[in-house]
């Protein structure tokens, strides 16, 4: 009988390690996945344009490339969402596997790729090619068909990207980067609040340009006030040695009332400091520094973070 309980007992015991482990595990994957969502581009085929075309989805964001890389395949995969958009993704493309090394994607497809006309396998090796290396840290793509890869005019191993694959004329060959950013803007008691959010940076702009164009444009949330004039239109954002340089137009310091002349500097300096190669912001109007701002805010120096003013 006696051993009997203790059968009984490390049975019980056992279940609820089991459990607690389990729980741990979805936490912990939870947790992995919640670091915020983001949009992002995936490209298919338009059926009734016979091109590629963008569709935008909210993905999880996370800081594991590999976790990033395999969830987006796996949510390209699954097929446009739009129905209403005429976009496809032929049934004959299958993902059977999927990794990536050194900056190149290497996507092996299911048999059926080879079934497919001449020109649904170029759009459908483009929208494949879009999609993966819209990823900062994907800059080629290598095809493979049950194994054997697809190659050039040469017998090679044909590496893709975004340069030598079909594109339209409305499709921006550029790549992006995805950034999560921290903008300040006002709330009611006159201090500065964070707001998180996941942009979209181009290589040909800074993200230092990108930050004060959100700026600009204002909050989401509408507990928040702007901080930035909206006739505001950027000159030029460059950083040097620490100093990020945010060249205005005059709309910047003609529109900008007197009572918050404080909370609007701050809101670029406080959100451009964020970044880790940003320490001061020296400001210029159209090219110049101006010796104040406001009649009473030394114009002429560089502005460091202050967070007294950051609820």
Same mark, same amino acid.
């Given at each position: *009988?006696?051993? !009997? ?5 490390? #049975? ?5 390690? !089991? ?10 994957k $939870?947790?992995?996945?919640? %670091? ?9 085929i ?5 091109t590629?075309?963008a ?12 976790? *990033?890389f ?21 049934? =004959?493309?299958?993902i059977?596997?999927? /990794? ?7 996507? +092996? ?7 497919? #006309?001449? @020109? ?6 483009g #929208? ?5 290396t ?5 800059? $080629? ?5 049950e ?12 590496? *893709? ?7 339209n ?7 992006? +980067? ?16 964070? &707001? %998180?959010?996941?942009? %979209?940076?181009k ?5 230092? @340009?990108?930050?004060? &164009?959100?700026?600009? #444009?204002?909050?989401? /949330? ?6 930035i ?7 030029? !954002?460059?950083? %040097? +040695? ?37 320490k ?15 009649? +009473? ?6 502005? =460091? ?5 950051? /609820?």
């Amino acid at each position: *009988m006696k051993n !009997i309980k203790q059968v009984l007992v490390y #049975a019980v015991l056992a279940v609820i390690i !089991i459990t607690v482990v389990v729980l741990i595990f979805v936490h912990t994957k $939870n947790v992995k996945l919640a %670091e915020g969502t983001g949009t992002y581009n995936m490209y298919y085929i338009n059926a009734n344009t016979n091109t590629l075309e963008a569709e935008k989805r909210v993905v999880n964001l996370v800081n594991d490339n590999t976790l *990033m890389f395999n969830s987006i395949v796996d949510e390209y995969a699954s097929g446009p969402k739009n129905s209403n958009s005429g976009l496809i993704l032929p049934p =004959e493309i299958k993902i059977a596997d999927k /990794r990536y090394m050194d900056s190149t994607a290497y996507i +092996d497809l299911g048999e059926g790729y080879n079934s497919l #006309a001449p @020109n649904l396998k170029v759009l459908c090796t483009g #929208a494949l090619v879009y999609t993966l290396t819209d990823l900062s840290f994907i800059n $080629n793509v290598c095809i493979s068909v049950e194994g054997v890869p697809v190659t050039d005019n040469k017998g090679e191993t044909f590496v *893709m990207n975004r340069e030598n694959v079909r594109n339209n004329p409305s499709i921006d060959p550029e790549k992006t +980067d995805r950034q999560t950013v921290k903008l300040y803007f006002a709330d009611n008691s006159g201090k500065l609040v964070a &707001e %998180e959010r996941s942009i %979209e940076v181009k290589q040909s702009l800074t993200l230092e @340009n990108q930050i004060v &164009e959100q700026l600009i #444009a204002g909050p989401k /949330r509408s507990s928040l006030s702007p901080t930035i004039p909206s006739s505001t239109q950027i000159k030029d !954002i460059k950083t %040097e +040695d620490g100093i990020c340089y945010v060249n205005l137009t005059q709309a910047f310091i003609r529109n900008t009332s007197p009572s918050t002349e404080k909370i609007t500097i701050y809101s670029i300096v406080n959100s451009l400091t964020e970044l880790d190669n940003v320490k001061k912001i020296q400001f210029l109007i159209e090219g110049e520094k101006l010796s104040e701002y406001g009649g +009473d805010i030394d114009f002429s120096k560089p502005f =460091e973070r202050d967070s007294s003013l950051i /609820r």
